[in-house]
């Protein structure tokens, strides 16, 4: 049989390698941020406990929010994905079939162009696909956490092929996997059936979608509040910057607030939005089209919530449906394209379709290298990330032990029934800090890098909801480790087991800190093959923040002075402090400087993990311990 390139060279073989490719890359990329701890915003060391917990016959059960995952959000889909879990009950697991489901989506939105397109427009069928491998939204979508929404985004549009397909059966399989992954899907559903009445489809297209959106409401929203200890939906807390704690209430203050609601829209960070979302488009979904009823809900939710639509947005999941709709938007503009109606703002020389295409790839492709996550991963590849001293932790923690742990750490210590998290417990509040939030007595382990207690602290420095919280995170700490020794301990990493402890981390005004001259850092000195760093901070200020720098060879780490178990009377007493760097100074020179800063928040990453943000200056000079120094 001879071959010939027409007959290897095809759309959907094209397809097939370009997301044979991406799956390849994708699952590469995941799995290396999660060998790297790189996961620390804990959606996936949530999701990762529930299936286990699923897997182990307690359904949805989750520690770090309790009781349930339910009180989060209604995903019944987890159910279904748990065979595959089992596979390889494993948070990596988790990250592939995302990666898998992401890929699949360009597979739909191929075969929904090539309803749309004509009859000879295979080719360019396959440029939505391509677009949406390439978008930096959903790629940061992928490599940000775990989320159902990338699995409620393949069967949505699944709905939507089988609405242009005229195929009731699978529209209503499709519309109920849809909603089967988070309950807010509902509201892109309502307003399928505003789409058929556009169309002038039967009654069954026009009233079929929004009475089961309707029905699903009911269910989702009562499933939530019976399971929940607020006896509500605790993500209303967004929207009620206008007065109102349900849904109710909340709904009113936008009505009775219009002017503040349309302020609220015409904000500088919105317009990011817009032009960061739009642009790996080139800016061709700026047309009249139904599908931006697709839009409405996803753009509403955002936009509506406190925080407002802006960048970051872009760095996470929330910007996942709404790309999707605008794929769907592009593929009528490839209509509008191959009809002729191309763009009057282009020069004359790029007024053709294939130019119009290849600046659309070349802008998804420039805005994935410049806020996607490809380029910041390379760039990463081989940092340090103190990932020695975090896999020794783990692997101090026997696997079925109670354990509660710091951001970095959760994630690979998730596969376990009992898991708890240290920042809430350091806070005595919940998420949003609507509830008491205390460590059970069975919590037997500890495994805390205090390089997250700084994040910590940065990020409720001035978090209105937990400002009544934040001072007594000393006191909280000290009570917390006082019933646990230390058992390990390497840089900012330390692990804790349940135990008599055997001494003090930090000393405060003891006889053994001997005298030295008032400086904002005195000296750092080995003390019986331990580095310590000896101090008095004679000017503090009660509006300041300190932390060290800490650096040897590749290993650099940011902790809070003393460990944030000096209260800010202790820091302003004038007192010496002492304090251990669980460093070796015989593997190299080790550098540590002072930092105080007064504003600080935590924000996200170019690899789609917590960054940091302050104002910290350097006090003094930095300090260097060298290998040999007596």
């Known amino acids: 049989m001879k071959y010939s390139r027409n007959n290897i060279l095809k759309p959907r073989t094209v397809l097939i390698v370009a997301a044979s490719l991406y799956v390849l890359i994708f699952s590469a990329l995941v799995l290396w941020k999660f060998s790297r701890f790189y996961y620390d915003n804990l959606d996936l060391a949530i999701f990762n406990q529930v299936f286990f917990n699923t897997l182990h016959g307690d359904l949805f059960a989750a520690t770090i929010h309790p009781p349930s995952y339910l009180t989060d959000h209604f995903s019944p889909l987890i159910l279904l994905l748990a065979p595959l879990y089992a596979l390889m009950p494993a948070p ?18 191929y075969a929904i162009a090539r309803l749309l ?40 549009l699944c709905a939507i092929w089988a609405y242009l397909s005229r195929k009731p059966i699978f529209f209503a399989v499709f519309l109920l996997l849809a909603l089967s992954a988070r309950e807010d ?52 807390i967004y929207y009620g910057w206008l007065g109102g704690s349900d849904t109710f209430h909340v709904f009113l203050a936008f009505l009775t607030h219009p002017i503040a609601v349309l302020a609220h829209q015409f904000t500088f960070s919105n317009l990011e939005f817009i032009l960061g979302i739009t642009f790996p488009f080139f800016f061709l979904v700026f047309l009249p089209s139904r599908y931006y009823l697709l839009l409405a809900a996803p753009l509403a939710q955002l936009w509506l919530a406190d925080y407002g639509g802006n960048s970051l947005e872009l760095m996470t999941h929330h910007g996942g ?61 081989f940092a340090d990330n103190q990932v020695a001293a975090k896999r020794a932790a783990v692997a101090a923690i026997p696997d079925d032990a109670a354990v509660a742990a710091t951001f970095e750490l959760l994630t690979p210590l998730s596969s376990r029934s009992h898991l708890y998290a240290i920042q809430y417990a350091a806070l005595g509040k919940n998420q ?9 007595p069975d919590t037997r382990y500890l495994a805390i890098d205090w390089q997250d207690i700084h994040k910590l602290i940065l990020n409720v420095h001035e978090h209105a909801r937990y400002a009544d919280e934040k001072t007594d995170i000393p006191q909280r700490l000290h009570a917390l480790l006082a019933d646990f020794k230390l058992i390990f301990a390497s840089g900012s990493v330390t692990v804790w087991e349940r135990g008599e402890p055997e001494s003090r981390i930090v000393a405060l005004d003891d006889p053994s800190l001997e005298a030295g001259p ?113």
């Open 92 to 109: 990596p697991m988790l990250l592939i079939l995302q990666t898998i489901a992401i890929a699949a989506t360009a597979f739909v939105l």
């Open 117 to 156: 397109l004509p009859k000879q427009g295979a080719w360019l069928a396959l440029v939505p696909s391509l677009l949406w491998l390439l978008n930096p939204t959903i790629q940061n979508m992928n490599a940000f956490e775990f989320s159902m929404i990338p699995f409620a985004i393949v069967f949505l």
């Open 185 to 236: 899907v509902l509201f892109v559903i309502f307003f399928l059936s505003i789409f058929a009445f556009i169309d002038k489809r039967s009654w069954f297209w026009k009233l079929f979608p929004a009475g089961l959106a309707v029905l699903w409401a009911s269910i989702a929203f009562t499933t939530i509040a019976a399971v929940s200890p607020l006896g509500s939906y605790k993500f209303l």
């Open 321 to 381: 449906l709404i790309v999707s709709g605008l794929a769907l938007v592009f593929i009528e503009r490839l209509n509008r394209l191959q009809a002729g109606k191309l763009p009057r703002a282009l020069p004359r020389p790029l007024r053709t379709l294939p130019s119009v295409i290849v600046l659309a790839l070349f802008a998804s492709a420039y805005a994935s290298a410049t806020y996607g996550v490809l380029v910041p991963a390379t760039v990463a590849a």
């Open 432 to 440: 949003f800090a609507l509830s008491e939030y205390a460590l059970p």
């Open 518 to 630: 008032l400086l904002q850092l005195t000296r750092i000195y080995p003390n019986g093959g331990q580095v310590v760093v000896k101090g008095i901070l004679p000017n503090a200020n009660s509006n300041n923040e300190y932390s060290l720098r800490v650096a040897q060879g590749n290993r650099t780490f940011t902790v809070p002075i003393g460990y944030a178990l000096l209260s800010q009377a202790d820091l302003t007493s004038g007192k010496k402090f002492g304090m251990p760097l669980f460093l070796d100074p015989s593997e190299g020179n080790i550098s540590v400087r002072l930092y105080q800063w007064t504003r600080g928040a935590l924000t996200i990453g170019q690899l789609k993990n917590l960054k940091e943000l302050s104002d910290a200056k350097p006090i003094g000079n930095p300090m260097t311990l060298q290998p040999d120094t007596p």
